[in-house]
């Protein structure tokens, strides 16, 4: 104790009561209360309620509750006003737990509770979202007749309508005697977030009968509320009868409602909108700048997009994500990438946001090794991922067959407990399947505390990449068992798994099911399963007439799939058909003259096959070229079809003449049929060695130990020659080899595929 505070105990000791409670009245500061508390203490005035009450009042305002819970049980008969303080005070912190127990507390003591004490404890439980608590404290103020108080009346408004309870609100609300503003706007608001349009209509519309005009919080409140529950339209409405009506929007109604106007890429709209920003000054407002980039890249509207973000006076982190977002949605990485470098610069650091936005636009547009490259530096500049960023960034993983990176993804995300959340825990069952390691997928699925449907399909999907159809329909009918209802990617998972195992019986059962079930109609990717899966067993003829007899237009999926069949039984007549649809859907796609080309020239049929060729140079198209990923000792490596950029090509073209000559000499021969071009077999078996999964493959086997498992991606279908020269390969270096395929994953072993040369 120091010696002014010495000085002014002494002060004290000549005090009488009575001054000593004013000085407690006036006490501003909480070492002023400590003082007064001393005192009492010293002059054995602590038993006297009156003293204890006015202390824990003041303790309770400076949120020292230590002290203030002391005090209480201090005190051998506290009474209402020993609590009062402590309860609304807790409560304003939002201790709300703690208030719930000083409440029972207060009643165990038979101490009765006023008007004043009831909202602490009904706000706690909205805090809690504990409504069956609220519901017995409402019981009790029905007993004592303080539920009467249009004070507590309010308070269980909007603690009903917290908890999603608007049934019970509402009977509150039809018994109040004196509905005021704030009550019917919590209502009318708790309706248009959960999205019930008729309800919150109505109430809004009975207002003026009750006497309540509705102010800016009430109009917000359902603009909000609407854009929240997905009923864009009714915001977007509800803000245009708020104009009329003649209420000036503000900010937060702008903010609201122009989310509602993205999602419905209403661009007229949008653009009435921008207009009203101007008129009414809210240029320089960063909520709504950001939601006005965000509105322009869903409407499309790249170039406006960014005329709000340069014209902007000052652009936060919320627009620059914005920005980053748009530019990705539409398409344009290249432009979002660099935007993102330039705008790194500017500011000190760049929020999980800002990297998660980047990462995500990385994975969703082919720019894997990128978004691998962005978590490196998001990790540098220290800034901590969450599971978002996680959930974004395994997907890049998966698309590369990265499981170094997957795995080292995986334990990031077990030392930062964020494996137990549901979307993670999809996207690494996801990764793994992509990966080739189905089995570590499913442990990842066994082990899921809860599961959402998300993570259903990522399980079934995997199943049906990896060929394994008895395992697919186990989960698909696990899920419909655990009382989760399948949806369109659902069965398009399942019938993708019974068409790669061709189980037509099963496919076309599932296929009915989808309606008569469940009540879904069929769209064109579950008829793309279907044609497939008929193709697959030479039915190209039933495939042709359910393609025929579709109730809506069968789009280059679906045509896609029956020129697939026909390239695979050599059907020129109905290959045409399907060639013909697609030259008119997809007239700038390489693949579908190059599939009619392999048609031709599986018959031997080199006049058309030139034809085709003069087809493609007409409209300016060439022949994607095959690339392949594979990852070698930490490092993905990209290859090429005819690729001699890679610094080991002569050792990787040497071992290739060395395999080739071996699997010849093992009475296996090159299938060069798969060669366009009308040359001598001996020139097929040269320009067949070129393509990239073989030199993926060779790749790995010269730079990884005997018995290694290796694992490849390519961007398109695996051929024939490279899927025999592989399953030669894994019988006779002894390697299990994965290669994911633009369709499907072939799982070679001991000379055998899992596809059972079906693909």
Not at 261 to 279: A, Y
Request: proline letters at 3%.
């Amino acid at each position: 104790m120091n010696a002014r505070q010495a000085q002014s105990l002494r002060v004290f000791d000549s005090l009488t009561p009575n001054t000593i409670l004013s000085l407690i009245s006036r006490s501003t500061s909480l070492s002023q209360t400590q003082q007064v508390h001393a005192h009492i203490l010293k002059t054995g005035h602590s038993n006297d309620t009156h003293f204890t009450n006015k202390l824990l009042s003041l303790y309770a305002n400076f949120n020292c509750f230590a002290n203030a819970e002391s005090l209480l049980h201090s005190l051998p008969n506290p009474n209402i006003f020993s609590f009062k303080s402590l309860i609304h005070a807790s409560s304003k912190s939002n201790l709300f737990s703690y208030t719930l127990v000083l409440f029972s507390r207060l009643l165990s003591t038979c101490i009765l509770p006023d008007v004043h004490v009831l909202p602490s404890a009904i706000k706690a439980c909205a805090g809690l979202s504990a409504s069956e608590v609220g519901k017995q404290v409402h019981g009790y103020g029905l007993t004592t007749g303080l539920a009467l108080d249009s004070f507590v009346e309010a308070s269980l408004v909007h603690m009903y309508v917290k908890c999603d309870q608007l049934k019970c609100a509402s009977k509150v609300f039809d018994k109040m005697r004196e509905p005021d503003v704030v009550s019917w706007s919590a209502l009318t608001g708790g309706y248009a977030k959960k999205g019930d349009v008729v309800n919150a209509k109505m109430v809004f519309d009975e207002g003026g009968k009750l006497g309540i005009e509705p102010n800016l919080v009430s109009w917000n409140g359902m603009i909000a509320g609407f854009n929240q529950s997905g009923c864009y339209l009714e915001a977007v409405l509800m803000f245009q009868r708020m104009n009329s009506d003649g209420f000036r929007s503000d900010g937060t109604s702008i903010s609201s409602v122009l989310p509602a106007i993205s999602d419905l890429e209403d661009l007229k709209m949008g653009v009435q909108t921008h207009s009203h920003v101007i008129k009414m000054g809210f240029e320089s407002d960063n909520c709504i700048i950001s939601a006005l980039i965000d509105m322009y890249g869903k409407c499309r509207c790249t170039s406006e997009m960014s005329r709000v973000f340069e014209g902007a006076e000052e652009i936060d982190l919320g627009g620059f994500n914005a920005l980053v977002a748009g530019l990705s949605r539409n398409g344009l990485v290249d432009e979002a990438f660099k935007v993102f470098k330039k705008f790194k610069l500017k500011v000190k650091e760049l929020n999980v946001v800002s990297w998660t936005s980047m990462i995500s636009s990385c994975s969703q547009h082919g720019k894997d090794l990128e978004a691998l490259e962005i978590f490196r530096e998001m990790q540098l500049a220290r800034v901590r991922p969450n599971s978002v960023t996680i959930s974004c960034l395994l997907p890049a993983c998966g698309n590369i067959a990265a499981l170094v990176h997957g795995k080292a993804t995986h334990c990031f995300a077990l030392r930062n407990w964020f494996s137990d959340d549901v979307y993670v825990s999809s996207a690494l069952i996801d990764m793994y399947a992509n990966c080739g390691r189905i089995q570590l997928a499913r442990i990842i699925f066994d082990r899921m505390p809860v599961r959402n449907l998300v993570c259903w399909n990522a399980m079934t999907s995997g199943y049906a990449m990896h060929g394994k159809a008895k395992e697919a329909i186990e989960i698909f009918d696990l899920m419909q068992r655990s009382g989760q209802k399948p949806d369109f990617i659902s069965y398009t998972s399942i019938l993708s798994a019974c068409s790669q195992a061709g189980l037509t019986e099963q496919g076309q059962h599932y296929f009915d099911s989808m309606s008569r079930i469940h009540g879904l109609e069929a769209r064109v990717e579950h008829y793309a399963c279907m044609v497939s899966l008929l193709g697959r067993t030479g039915k190209l003829k039933e495939a042709y007439d359910m393609i025929s007899t579709m109730p809506i237009e069968p789009d280059a999926c679906v045509w896609g799939a029956l020129l697939s069949s026909c390239r695979t039984h050599r059907n020129m007549s109905l290959g045409e058909i399907a060639a013909n649809k697609l030259f008119e859907l997809e007239p700038k796609n390489p693949g579908n003259y190059i599939l009619l080309s392999n048609i031709y020239a599986s018959n031997n049929r080199w006049n058309e096959v030139d034809k085709v060729r003069d087809m493609m140079k007409h409209v300016g198209l060439s022949k994607n070229p095959g690339c392949s990923w594979i990852e070698i000792k930490n490092k993905v490596h990209m290859l090429l079809a005819g690729d001699d950029l890679h610094p080991q090509m002569p050792q990787i073209m040497e071992k290739l003449r060395k395999l080739s000559m071996d699997m010849k000499n093992s009475g296996v021969s090159h299938d060069t049929e798969f060669v366009l071009q009308d040359v001598e077999e001996q020139d097929k078996e040269l320009i067949l060695c070129g393509h990239s999964e073989k030199l993926a493959v060779v790749l790995g086997i010269l730079n990884t130990n005997p018995g290694t498992s290796l694992r490849v991606i390519k961007n398109l279908r695996i051929c024939g020659d490279c899927h025999t020269f592989i399953k030669f390969i894994s019988n006779f270096e002894g390697r299990e080899i994965y290669v994911r395929d633009a369709n499907r994953y072939h799982h070679f072993n001991e000379g055998v595929c899992s596809c059972g040369d079906y693909w």
